[in-house]
């Protein structure tokens, strides 16, 4: 296991080792945002991946195998997915490992939500832990704003060829104080104590976001920090007449792994990670609920 600053910065590591540049990378059709900004950074391509309700579509996973051979890297994120907040079940998780077997594909897993969820899928880790890398920072289920992530690598052997070519670049060393602090934090029994509350406080919120927006297609769906809103059509417009109104929501085009990603056009993503009261989250979603009618 590696520990590290925050997610990002081992992604920006593991991806430039393991894709390179000129590589290319699979990724859901709609993704982390900074993916785009780390292919342009260390020159990889992305190839988005086909999703449904479940996330990743094994048969789009296949077909983009076999369109690139020399592909190695698929990132995704199987459990409250970034934007669409997806979690892919058990049985879609065994499909996806047999495909990433049968076509030798490395998988770095992004469990950043995952603790939001009480009982959740297993991860892709525990399915087929001789290919995933498995990241998860405490940034989003612990504390905001601690940067400590935890990687777990295939083997060994991977964590001493990662470190052979960066262990001396101490800008991806996690700062110690940081780390000593998260792991006192677990020790103690405080970060369980505190995902339970972002737990309850997300709940909370999702109750709200249901009771004022009421669309039946996310309602459904298990916790997270962010809800995937269907509007169809004019999700562009909707985000702009909201940034004016004062509400910062992103729409679905600015996580297009690539520019033909069908369904990132129709949908809004609406995060409430950053909202202090409760009131203002109500007085937020009745002016979205407005421009929206
Ligand atoms: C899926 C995903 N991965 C990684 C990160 C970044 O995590 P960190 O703060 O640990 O770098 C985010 C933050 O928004 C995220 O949504």
Redesign the pocket.
Known sequence: MIVTN????I?FLLLNHLVGRQGTLLTEEMT?PNMQALSGMLGFKIQGIRMDGDGLDPDALIEACKANPGVKVLYT?PTLQ?PTATVMALERRLEICRVARDHDLIIIE?D?QALMLEDGPPPLATIAPERVWYVM?L??TVVMGM?V?YVMAPRFEDTEAIMARFGKMSMWFVAALQAELAQALIATGIAAEATREIRRTANDRRAIVAELLEWPAFLERPGGLHVWIPTATNAVEIAAAAHSAGILIRPGVQFAATPHATRAMSGLRLSFCEVRQEADLRTALERLRRLID
């Open positions: 925050g997610t990002l910065n992604l982390y994120i970034n992004d950043a920072g940034a989003k940067r992530a």
